[in-house]
């Protein structure tokens, strides 16, 4: 795998991969609850303030080393207090896999639910385990074909739902501050996403500073597409309707055509499968880091039993416990963004030393 690089054409389909595959099934429906009418400038607000996170951590990064976030941690505080400070990295990106993977079966009962979870939690893991197995190009190539997919999907939804728009829904100009800094916390987590799978992945770099600029660029698309849904959602459900649906993007998509939903299903779930496949290959490139493995495929059958028996416990948790493990806001305040800030003054103090 490490003899594996990627061009800054084929990052830049990974990085929008990382934001698009499951923002669009989740996120809305969180952020309108707490956005309201404001809701459609929440991705914008988040997406630029975390970019300029985004751009540091990866500057200081890639100008130390060419190697990844625990080998450059470990390099620079030493391999006891480096692997003291990486393993709550370590923690955050296992948790977010299976956060992934639970999104994608909760999307897939949602559209099937007559159907067993315990088949959809063992599909979604052999799948990813495979990509991961194949390794980065692979999965960067795939990324390409399901970016495309899924903007014409969204295009698609779009156009086809224009003549049922009502503008008055919206409040472009009146802006309630408060509202919209206070929601724009749980789509921080998903922006974060590209630089923390970025100091992971800088060791397939072939071009470091074009490569920086290519997942900013992903970051920038992820804006627009969420963006363009939620106005599209908002002028044709309204704040109240929007707000209640599970998936308003999906129903969205059943209303214009019979049978688009489907499309809309196939498309968004490629999207769903090739997220979770780069959290796998990011989590064996950590855990191999961690343990100096020589090759990290030999981890990819033991992490999929492993990632896959905890979905399937999962499954069986009374809701309202299962998602306190997920409060992404907390997580956004008080891991994501202070851990990636110590990044940067690690980094800071390797790159003096150097």
């Known amino acids: 795998m490490k003899n594996e690089r990627i061009s800054t054409y084929q990052y830049f389909w990974l990085s929008t991969n990382m934001i698009i595959s499951t923002i669009i099934l989740l996120i809305p429906k969180i952020i309108i609850q707490d956005g309201r009418e404001f809701a459609w400038i929440v991705p914008i607000t988040s997406g630029l303030g975390i970019a300029v996170i985004h751009y540091l951590v990866l500057k200081l990064g890639c100008n130390f080393s060419n190697e990844n976030i625990i080998t450059d941690i470990k390099r620079i505080l030493g391999p006891v207090i480096g692997t003291i400070v990486a393993f709550p990295y370590i923690l955050l990106i296992l948790h977010t896999a299976t956060l992934m993977m639970l999104q994608g079966v909760e999307f897939v009962t949602f559209v099937m639910p007559r159907k067993s979870t315990v088949g959809f939690w063992i599909a979604v893991g052999l799948l990813a385990s495979y990509l991961s197995y194949k390794g980065i190009e692979t999965i960067a190539r795939m990324a390409q074909i399901g970016i495309i997919i899924i903007s014409i999907a969204v ?133 191999s880091s961690l343990f100096r493995l020589k090759d990290s495929k030999i981890l990819v059958i033991p992490f999929f039993i492993a990632s896959t028996s905890l979905g399937i416990f999962q499954s069986g948790i009374p809701a309202i416990l299962k998602h306190i493990g997920y409060m992404v806001p907390i997580n956004v305040l008080l891991v994501e963004i202070p851990f990636l800030l110590i990044v940067m003054v690690i980094y800071l103090i390797g790159n003096k030393l150097t």
């Open 155 to 287: 295009l698609t939804i779009v156009i086809l739902n224009s003549p049922n728009i009502n503008k008055e829904w919206l409040k472009p100009f009146a802006v309630d501050y408060k509202k919209v800094i206070v929601a724009s916390l749980t789509p921080a987590h998903w922006f974060l996403i590209i630089p923390n799978l970025s100091l992971i992945f800088k060791s397939y770099f072939t071009d470091n500073k074009r490569t920086i600029r290519a997942s900013l660029l992903g970051n920038l698309i992820g804006q627009i597409m969420i963006v363009t849904l939620f106005i599209s959602a908002l002028t044709i459900f309204g704040v109240d309707l929007t707000s209640t649906l599970k998936f308003p993007f999906y129903t969205l998509s059943s209303l214009p055509l019979a049978g688009l939903e489907i499309i809309i299903f196939v498309a968004w779930m490629t999207g769903v499968i090739l997220e979770v496949g780069i959290f796998y290959l990011a989590s064996l490139e950590l855990i």
